[in-house]
Nanobody
Framework: QGQLVESGGGPVQAGGSLRLSCAASGRSFSDSTMAWFRQAPGKDREFIAAISWSGGSTHYADSLKGRFTISRDVAENTMYLQMNSLKPEDTAVYYC?????????????????WGQGTQVTVSS
C-alpha cells in the first residue's frame, strides 16, 4: 500500500508562486511514477506533470510546461510542484498520485494511489 499526503496549498494572488509537497510512505517507490493532477469545480481531473521516482525523468502537460516544475527528493520520499506566475484559472484542488509502473503516464486510470488533495485558490 502507498500513502500520499499533500501540503502547501492555500490562497495566493495572481502572479504569485506556491510550492506543493507530497509526502509518500508505505511502499517502495523505486519503479514508480509519481504525478500531480488538478481538478477545478465542474471539470475533469487534469494532468499536470509526472516524474520517474528512480531516474527523475519528467513529463509535462504542454499547457503548463514553463510555469510549473515537478521534482522529488528520494531521501525524503517527497515530491514537489513549484508553481509560478499563477493565474485565477489555476484555482483547483491539486492531487498527487502514484503509478506502480515507471511509465510517466498522463492518464488517471494508471494511478492506483491518490492523496486527499490540497486546495489552491488564485485571486485576481
Amino acid at each position: 500500500q502507498g500513502q500520499l499526503v499533500e501540503s502547501g496549498g492555500g490562497p495566493v494572488q495572481a502572479g504569485g508562486s506556491l510550492r506543493l509537497s507530497c509526502a509518500a510512505s508505505g511502499r517502495s517507490f523505486s519503479d514508480s511514477t509519481m504525478a500531480w493532477f488538478r481538478q477545478a469545480p465542474g471539470k475533469d481531473r487534469e494532468f499536470i506533470a509526472a516524474i520517474s521516482w528512480s531516474g527523475g525523468s519528467t513529463h509535462y502537460a504542454d499547457s503548463l510546461k514553463g510555469r510549473f516544475t515537478i521534482s522529488r527528493d528520494v531521501a525524503e520520499n517527497t515530491m514537489y510542484l513549484q508553481m509560478n506566475s499563477l493565474k485565477p484559472e489555476d484555482t483547483a484542488v491539486y492531487y498527487c498520485a502514484l503509478d506502480p509502473r515507471n511509465a510517466l503516464s498522463a492518464s488517471t486510470i494508471w494511478y492506483a494511489y491518490w492523496g486527499q488533495g490540497t486546495q489552491v485558490t488564485v485571486s485576481s
